[in-house]
């Protein structure tokens, strides 16, 4: 097996346990290692929780006593570059330099600006062999959520919604009196719940709010409530974690990229969007946006709300309940 062949079969070990660390790695990135000597792991670790050892720490840690001696002849592959700071944890590129580790490969370098090449640097000037970039795409797939939040400046969007099989979102309304109508099934009510879980904020448009007053939580799943954001009419509303309010207006053909900038300020890393149909085709034809959730029901309206138009590539289209769920992606 050529050197090449076996840094990737390595690194996919390294993808899989980064995996192990979705639960409680966020904000920080998903990260897999793994320590290899003459073809045998000898140890392997993954970023488990945020402000704890992240996962070279992890690996190395779970060499046995007896294989220690071996670090000097070993390579750490891992997914996503070393850090190079003190931030929470001391710099993993020390750890590797003083346990005298020989060879690193990396899956992909780390835009945190903090990092961004230092931890390469770092091991190279101490005269460590570094490869970077193998199966960079997976890895750079595996945390988007990170790397669009670093390198775009904004949240990673997601936006979802439901529509019948001739491509409404709802009827016509003009008052809270009339109920919207409700396409999902309670398993796929969960699942919007379960990605409600997986980001930071949620959002709608000021009409849907004064209309349907959704509560916007994760009752239906376990996971924190997101933080809430209105927006329309020339302004945002966001709540906060404290229950407050915070109101902020500006003009109307600036006010997504405003928001997302301020989201960007207060570290929020994933953004729900929820609609209505208004505030979604607002999000595409910006171009701000980066994945799309639509459910189908076997339902026929004849009239209503248009659903969005959206470009991108579908990647995935699952049937759940008889529904269609599909996923599309504006870059993929």
Request: aromatic fraction near 6%.
């Amino acid at each position: 097996m050529e050197q090449r062949e076996i840094d990737e079969m390595y690194m996919r070990r390294c993808l899989q346990l980064a995996r192990c660390g979705r639960p409680g790695a966020a904000p920080n990135p998903m990260v897999g290692a793994v320590v290899v000597c003459d073809g045998r792991i000898i140890g392997e670790g993954y970023h488990r929780q945020c402000g704890g050892p992240h996962a070279e720490v992890n690996a190395i840690a779970s060499v046995s006593e007896g294989d220690q001696p071996l670090l000097r002849q070993s390579t750490l592959y891992v997914s996503l570059e070393p850090c190079a700071h003190y931030g929470k944890t001391p710099p993993c590129a020390q750890l590797i330099i003083d346990r005298g580790i020989p060879r690193v490969v990396v899956g992909c370098r780390d835009p945190f600006a903090r990092v961004d090449g230092r931890g390469i640097a770092m091991l190279r000037e101490a005269g460590v062999e570094v490869r970077v970039g193998v199966l960079e795409q997976e890895c750079l797939w595996l945390n988007r959520r990170f790397i669009t939040f670093h390198t775009q400046h904004r949240p990673y969007i997601t936006l979802k919604w439901a529509q019948s099989e001739d491509g409404y979102i709802d009827r016509l309304r003009e008052c809270a009196d009339v109920p919207p109508v409700h396409f999902s099934t309670p398993l796929t009510q969960a699942l919007v719940h379960k990605l409600r879980a997986r980001n930071e904020a949620i959002l709608v448009g000021r009409r849907t709010w004064e209309l349907d007053r959704p509560s916007l939580t994760v009752r239906l799943w376990n996971g924190r409530n997101p933080m809430r954001v209105v927006l329309g009419g020339g302004k945002w509303t966001i709540d906060g974690a404290d229950g407050r309010s915070e109101t902020a207006t500006q003009p109307s053909d600036g006010l997504i990229r405003a928001l997302m900038a301020e989201l960007y300020e207060r570290g929020v890393q994933t953004l729900l969007v929820e609609g209505g149909a208004h505030t979604l085709q607002g999000f595409i034809d910006a171009g701000v946006w980066d994945e799309a959730r639509v459910e189908t029901a076997p339902l026929i309206l004849g009239e209503g709300v248009r659903a969005p138009e959206i470009g991108g590539k579908c990647v995935k289209k699952l049937l759940i309940d008889g529904h269609s769920i599909t996923h599309i992606y504006k870059n993929s």
